[in-house]
């Protein structure tokens, strides 16, 4: 089965300062991930998702963006925090065999970021 | 656009009551419906899936196309049933998981 690692768990930076957020994968190759924001009273919006390599899908505009530099890591990065980007993120990546829609996700603890 | 729509945002019931979870979707296609369940402290996880019709944890949901709507079901509720529960829709080959706001179901003893 699939597992998929994030960190850190709790992160609290100054606005205006740098993100990083990492998720990595393991239990498969060449997986669809996604990295989810989770805000209270919204539930969990896409924020991006990755079929590959180099290949991100953007959902929404905002003040991050994501990478995909190996098969099994995607990273979620901002130059510049904003007060709004505090929430929590998650990453996810396929249930099964590879196969993400008919088989559900498999989510990471996730990353609670607060911007002060 | 793709829309899920979970109406309460809290749901209380008594220990052994029915309890029924509301999801109503907007697809123009034929969805992949699934619920997902995430307790204190623990990861979000997958309840249940429509295609496979299975009841897990005495939960069932049945998708029913006329109302879109995917409401999850049990009919005698545990304490440790007490959860923030997800509905999620996967439309037809977009390889990506649209949410409702959730629910957080609490079981009074």
């Known amino acids: 089965s699939q597992t998929i690692h994030q960190w850190p768990a709790t992160l609290v930076q100054p606005v205006g300062s740098p993100l990083s957020l990492e998720c990595t994968v393991e239990g498969t190759s060449n997986p669809n991930l996604y990295w989810y924001r989770q805000a209270a009273g919204r539930g969990l919006q896409l924020l991006f998702y990755?079929?590959?390599?180099?290949?991100i899908s953007s959902e929404v505009p905002q003040n991050l963006s994501a990478s995909r530099p190996q098969d099994r890591q995607f990273i979620l990065s901002s130059k510049k925090l904003l007060l709004s980007d505090s929430g929590f993120y998650l990453c996810?990546?396929?249930?099964?065999?590879?196969?993400?829609?008919?088989?559900?996700?498999?989510f990471g603890s996730g990353t609670r970021l607060t911007v002060v | 656009a793709q829309r899920v729509t979970q109406p309460e945002k809290l749901l209380s019931v008594f220990k052994g009551a029915p309890v029924e979870l509301k999801c109503n979707y907007s697809?123009?296609?034929?969805?992949?419906l699934f619920w997902y369940v995430q307790y204190s402290r623990q990861r979000l996880q997958l309840l249940l899936r429509h295609i496979s019709r299975e009841s897990i944890k005495g939960f069932t949901a049945d998708l029913n196309k006329g109302e879109t709507s995917f409401h999850l079901k049990k009919p005698f509720a545990q304490e440790e049933d007490s959860a923030m529960y997800y509905c999620?829709?996967?439309?037809?080959?977009?390889?990506?998981?649209?949410f409702g706001q959730g629910t957080r179901l609490t079981i009074n003893p």
């Open positions: 999620a829709l996967s439309p037809l080959g977009a390889q990506k998981l649209v």
């Open positions: 697809y123009s296609g034929s969805p992949e």
């Open positions: 996810a990546g396929p249930a099964k065999d590879g196969l993400g829609d008919g088989y559900g996700y498999t």
């Open positions: 990755s079929v590959g390599i180099g290949q």
